[in-house]
Structures are given as structure tokens and as C-alpha cells.
């Protein structure tokens, strides 16, 4: 999945360490780096390690789907 942020003019790709290998994802990131580089912006990969480094609550502030997110991301909240 890919979210383009337009004002910071960086694309996040958001892939699970175990689909970066699979042939037509290495194609896409290729094409996405390329479109990236060509388009001055930054290319950032958010895989399941990124979570586990940056995810807290402060991050769903003011999402609309707040608690769907929660949800799906229960697996990377640290316990205290």
C-alpha cells in the first residue's frame, strides 16, 4: 500500500518484510523509486519493523478510523 504525502513530498510504502521479495513487489518499488527520484521526492518503506521501532497511541490522534486502526495495530503496542 502506498500513501503519498504531497506537502512533505515523500511516498511511504507500507510492506510486511515477508512481501519484499515476491517478484512483481520488487518491480513496483523499483518503479516507485524511480517515480520518486524523478519527482524530488523521498521513498520510505514502513514494514513491520518500523512499528515495532515508533509505534505508540499518539500516532491515531485524530484519525477518523481510530479504533479500527488500534485494532489491527494491537500487536505492536509495547507493554509497560
Not at 19 to 28: E, G, L
Not at 63 to 77: E, G, T, V, W
Request: hydrophobic letters at 35%.
Amino acid at each position: 500500500m502506498i500513501f503519498i504525502d504531497s506537502v512533505n513530498k515523500v511516498i511511504y510504502e507500507i510492506k510486511p518484510n515477508s512481501m519484499k521479495y515476491i517478484k512483481i513487489n520488487k518491480i513496483k518499488d523499483v518503479a516507485a523509486k524511480n517515480w520518486a527520484f524523478n519527482n524530488n521526492y523521498e521513498y520510505k518503506v514502513i514494514s513491520e519493523d518500523w512499528f515495532n521501532k515508533n509505534y505508540n497511541e499518539s500516532i491515531l490522534i485524530n484519525q477518523p478510523d481510530k479504533a479500527k486502526i488500534s485494532n489491527s495495530l494491537k500487536k505492536f503496542q509495547h507493554e509497560n
